[in-house]
Structures are given as structure tokens and as C-alpha cells.
């Protein structure tokens, strides 16, 4: 039976340069393999306006997921038949309503939201100029915040939000208020759209390099963590992971490799 595959990839400090954001070094390979009729897939915390503007740089309409999972776009390019939207989140007017009527204000009042900064604290807390800020809040589903409190406190935030049925998702840089959903039920999403058309078999590629990456990995049929000196393999726990030894992007290039490797 003929394979299909498919690459879900997280995009900053995986395939995008962790300071610079850049992916220019890899960009020769990553059209090598759209060309080979593999399945480039972007599943990251970043909005739809920062996806397109990645497109765009790579020259590619690429479907896409965003917002940490909250919802799946372009799919139609892939096939006509395929939906070009599915939304899995609520809008962040009723997530924010929730949050604000759910947790105690003991909590709340440690969550500074980035939107409320200044535009030089934003800048330091996301590396972003002023335009690429724009589209980092530009979001429809979910908002970073930075929280304040000690470590029993933040245990104790977690909860009370899971209680209150949304999600707080953890990246590189700021935590995320979403809806509870996750880049490992949006990647479940579009594999299940893809079955209902194919008969090849699908083979999935996860790739990231932090903890809101995590149920990714351990859903994808091959698992790869880009070289991340805070999110080491022993904090994951998934047994057949592949680890590349340079960091994002030449680190994206690298365990992709080894995973092809493992299927062609």
C-alpha cells in the first residue's frame, strides 16, 4: 500500500529560529520535500495572520493549525472536497468571560495579559517588532499572558482553569489562555478528514520543541523534538523520539531526515 505523509510541525524554536525567527537556511529543503508531495503542516500557538505571513516567505499555501489547536485552515488546497475551515474553540470574548467569572481573584490578579503592556514590554517578552506584534495579538481564540505567582500557585491556576473548561498552553516564551483544545486533537481532526478520501496509508511526522508540543509527539507515528536546552527528552518521557543535536531551524532539518529515513 502506497504511504502518505504528513508533517505537523510547531513553528518558533522548531523550524523557525528562536531569536531571529528565521527559516532561511533550511528553505531549500523544506521545498525538496513539499515537492516529493509531503505534507508540510504547521500546528503552532501563532495566529492565522502569522501563519499566512510564513507562507508567504516560504512562497506556499500550506494548510495550516492555530492558535494551539484552535482551528484548522486551507485544507481545501489539499483537496477541493476538503473544508477550508474547521474551528474547535471558542471565540476569546466567551473564553475571557469564563476565565473572569471562574478563577479567584487570588489568581487573576497574578496574570498579566500582553495585550495590557506597553509596546516595549511586549517587544521583550515576544522578540517581535512593532508590526509582527500586530499579528502575534491579532488572535480569535486564545491570549498570552505571564503569570506572576510562585509555583504552588500556578499548579493551582492550572486547575481551576481545567475545572472551568478551558486550557492554559505553555510555550517558549508566554503561557496561553485557549478553549481546551490542543495541537494533538486538531492533528486527530485533520487526519480523520484525510481518511475519509484516501486509501494510502498515513504516516505522521510530529515535530516541536516544547511542552505545549508534547501530546503531539506522543500521537504522531514518529515523534521528533528539535535540540531545546530547557525541554530536554528526559522531561517527556516518549521512548522512541528522535532528538536532533543543533537547534531550530538546521535542528528541523536534521530530525526530519532521521525520520524519513525511518519510512522511505
Not at 475551515?85 to 467569572?101: H, Y
Not at 517527556?236 to 531526515?257: D, M
Amino acid at each position: 500500500m502506497n504511504s502518505k505523509i504528513l508533517i505537523f510541525t510547531d513553528l518558533d524554536g522548531t523550524l523557525l529560529d528562536r531569536d531571529t525567527f528565521k527559516f532561511d537556511k533550511i528553505f531549500y529543503y523544506l521545498k525538496k520535500l513539499l515537492l516529493k508531495n509531503i505534507h508540510i503542516i504547521p500546528n503552532s500557538s501563532k495566529t492565522r495572520q502569522e501563519i499566512e505571513n510564513f507562507n508567504q516567505e516560504l512562497d506556499e499555501n500550506l494548510s495550516f493549525v492555530v492558535e494551539n489547536g484552535a482551528a484548522i485552515h486551507n485544507l481545501n488546497l489539499i483537496n477541493s472536497s476538503f473544508p477550508e475551515k474547521i474551528s474547535l474553540s471558542r471565540e476569546i470574548d466567551e473564553i475571557l468571560k469564563i476565565f473572569e467569572i471562574k478563577i479567584p481573584n487570588k489568581y487573576k490578579s497574578k496574570c498579566k495579559f500582553v495585550k495590557n503592556l506597553s509596546f516595549d514590554k511586549q517587544s521583550k517578552i515576544l522578540g517581535l517588532n512593532k508590526e509582527n506584534i500586530k499579528a502575534a495579538l491579532n488572535r480569535q481564540y486564545s491570549t498570552p499572558l505571564l503569570f506572576e505567582g510562585s509555583k504552588s500557585d500556578k499548579i493551582d491556576l492550572f486547575k481551576f482553569v481545567n475545572d472551568a473548561g478551558l486550557s492554559l498552553q505553555e510555550g517558549g516564551r508566554v503561557i496561553n489562555l485557549c478553549d481546551k483544545v490542543s495541537k494533538s486533537q486538531a492533528m486527530k481532526n485533520v487526519i480523520k478528514v484525510f481518511k475519509k478520501i484516501t486509501k494510502e496509508k498515513l504516516i505522521t511526522v510530529g515535530v516541536g520543541d516544547n511542552f505545549n508540543d508534547l501530546e503531539m509527539l506522543k500521537n504522531s507515528d514518529i515523534p521528533c523534538l528539535v535540540f531545546n536546552d530547557k525541554f530536554t527528552l528526559e522531561k517527556i518521557n516518549i521512548n522512541n523520539c528522535l532528538v536532533s543535536k543543533k537547534p531550530a531551524p538546521e535542528g528541523w532539518e536534521e530530525v526530519v531526515k532521521l525520520a524519513l529515513e525511518k519510512i522511505i
